[in-house]
């Protein structure tokens, strides 16, 4: 199984400050045949099903703002918020969908400090 | 638009069987391409990919739960079915269903019904 794993588990950020997690798989995730990183990003509020942010690595869902971001490729890659507002206050996952059994991080908690 | 809404027992005993409906709409089942997938959560914890079934009735399970797995998809009815014999406290979780969309490859899940919750007790 890809083992994808996150860092930190938790941070605190103060509101329009910078949010970076980062998520490293036990193997690449980059498809040689489409040149893409089979990567997601999620965003889960309490009792609240995960949203989709970004896939492909880096590329942001339809209506996400844009100060989502993701990037990384091959083995390690990062979500950052650039500005952290009150509402982003969630848990955060990452996800492979280049291996089946596709599997997930273990999660971020972002928290306003 | 898609939604998604997943119904079913929200109380089992052990070595139960559990059954899970997932009905959707803004989408076919029959459609190249399309697919959905399962994925739980226990309390607290993270999430785990169970089982996907695509349009072509592909059908793929996580291999340590694929003995108690079964999907299944009714496209008449828009619905996706899944079933997981000999239930533990264990497999306690919000259970969720997802769609999701294959090109080339796998594909993420979105979006998500907002999920059930099972607990399997005693």
């Known amino acids: 199984d890809f083992v994808m794993t996150q860092s930190p588990d938790s941070l605190a950020v103060s509101l329009g400050e910078r949010a970076t997690i980062n998520c490293k798989s036990s193997?690449?995730?980059?498809?040689?045949?489409?040149?893409?990183?089979?990567l997601a990003w999620y965003q889960q509020k309490p009792g609240q099903p995960p949203k989709l942010l970004i896939y492909?690595?880096?590329t942001r869902e339809s209506g996400v703002p844009d100060r989502f971001s993701g990037s990384g490729s091959g083995t390690d890659f990062t979500l950052t918020i650039s500005s952290l507002q009150a509402e982003d206050v969630a848990l955060y996952y990452c996800h492979q969908y280049y291996s089946t059994p596709q599997t997930f991080g273990q999660g971020t908690k972002v928290e306003i400090k | 638009q898609i939604t998604l809404k997943e119904s079913g027992p929200t109380l089992v005993k052990p070595t139960q069987t559990l059954t899970l409906t997932c009905t959707f709409s803004g989408f076919s089942l029959s459609t190249r391409g399309l697919g959905v997938a399962w994925i739980r959560q226990p309390p607290g914890k993270a999430l785990e990919w169970l089982a996907l079934i695509y349009w072509d009735d592909d059908k793929r399970y996580s291999p340590s739960l694929k003995s108690r797995l079964t999907i299944t998809k009714d496209t008449s009815k828009n619905q996706v079915v899944l079933t997981m014999t000999n239930m533990d406290p264990e497999d306690t979780a919000t259970y969720f269903c997802?769609?999701?969309?294959?090109?080339?490859?796998?594909?993420?899940?979105?979006?998500w019904g907002h999920g059930t919750l099972v607990t399997v007790s005693s």
């Open positions: 997802a769609h999701t969309i294959t090109t080339d490859w796998l594909g993420w899940f979105a979006p």
């Open positions: 492909s690595a880096s």
């Open positions: 193997q690449s995730i980059l498809n040689p045949s489409n040149n893409k990183n089979h």
